[in-house]
């Protein structure tokens, strides 16, 4: 009985990335870019009424949305070189929320905004929401706003394939790790690790390229965003040990627009089915089912 009750349990987003990994050591194309095909053709909604959100009547006015985004992070954001496509699980996310706005797909700008650039293009209007594994924290929520979460990770570690001493993250100390600026990941090895050294740059790919020219001896970021960069490669990269915090990802708006965050929260809340989707499609090609987790910054 109990193990029947185990093996039907809801999964957690940890064992997803597990299992994620376990396709990535497979060779799966998994996070790799791949298709652009939509989860699901959205129902763009007409006559929507959203009142008291400037975002919203600025997007009225420019007659598209613009959405920031992450254009590197294979299988979550991603830009197709050749064709210029963007495809992964935030840019569904991303589709979903533009149409329930009433703006299908073609109508949306999506704009490469990197991790430390967030808060202030939300602020500046650079975008109108940004969709990036945007993690929720207090010290960014007095600068912006999130609805959200719409998905929880952690953070991980990828090294090379080839590398035997680095098996978690209880195995930095001496060791250079590279993160992106302005991340809650980097945040954390200068806060809690002591003894390991770091370098950033603005996009975790650069990080990986850092990586296999020996400049650092791991990446670190969320285990989400590691396993689609070992999934393009699974000969030279892998990802070790076990997510080590909590990653909360919210949909980023400007501070004090309460209808458009609470709007977003809406959707998300009463989309189960198109979340599941959305994820089966594009992070759970493993196969393995995660739940949509509850949305709980109202
Ligand atoms: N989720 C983390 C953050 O928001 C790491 C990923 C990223 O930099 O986008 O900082």
Redesign the pocket.
């Known amino acids: 009985m109990a193990l029947f009750r185990t093996k039907k349990a809801v999964l957690t987003a940890a064992t997803a990335v597990m299992a994620l990994a376990l396709s990535a050591c497979g060779g799966s194309s998994g996070g790799g870019g791949g298709s652009s095909a939509s989860a699901a053709p959205y129902q763009v909604a007409t006559n929507v009424s959203l009142t008291g959100s400037p975002t919203f009547d600025k997007i009225k006015s420019a007659g598209k949305v613009t959405i920031g985004v992450?254009q590197d992070q294979p299988g979550l954001g991603f830009k197709d070189a050749a064709t210029g496509e963007y495809s992964g699980f935030d840019i569904e996310i991303a589709k979903w929320m533009a149409a329930s706005l009433g703006y299908g797909a073609d109508k949306i700008d999506y704009k490469a905004i990197p991790?430390a650039n967030r808060e202030s293009a939300i602020q500046n209007g650079d975008v109108n929401f940004y969709i990036?594994?945007?993690?929720i924290t207090d010290k960014r929520k007095q600068l912006v706003d999130f609805a959200g979460p719409y998905f929880v990770t952690g953070q991980g570690l990828l090294v090379k394939k080839s590398n035997t001493a680095i098996n978690s993250e209880k195995d930095l100390a001496g060791k250079t790790v590279c993160s992106?600026t302005g991340?809650?990941?980097i945040q954390n090895i200068k806060a809690n690790f002591p003894q390991t050294k770091t370098t950033e740059f603005d996009t975790y790919s650069q990080c990986v390229e850092a990586l296999k020219n020996g400049q650092a001896d791991a990446v670190t970021?969320?285990q989400a965003?590691l396993l689609g960069y070992a999934a393009q490669e699974p000969d030279a990269l892998k990802v070790v040990g076990q997510p080590f915090t909590t990653?909360k990802?919210g949909i980023g708006v400007p501070k004090g627009d309460t209808a458009l965050r609470k709007f977003f929260n809406d959707k998300l809340t009463s989309g189960k089915d198109t979340w599941q989707k959305i994820y089966d499609s594009t992070l759970g090609k493993s196969g393995t089912k995660v739940e949509q987790p509850a949305v709980d910054n109202y």
């Open positions: 992450k991790s990036g594994t945007y993690s992106a991340s809650t990941p970021t969320d965003i990653e990802y």
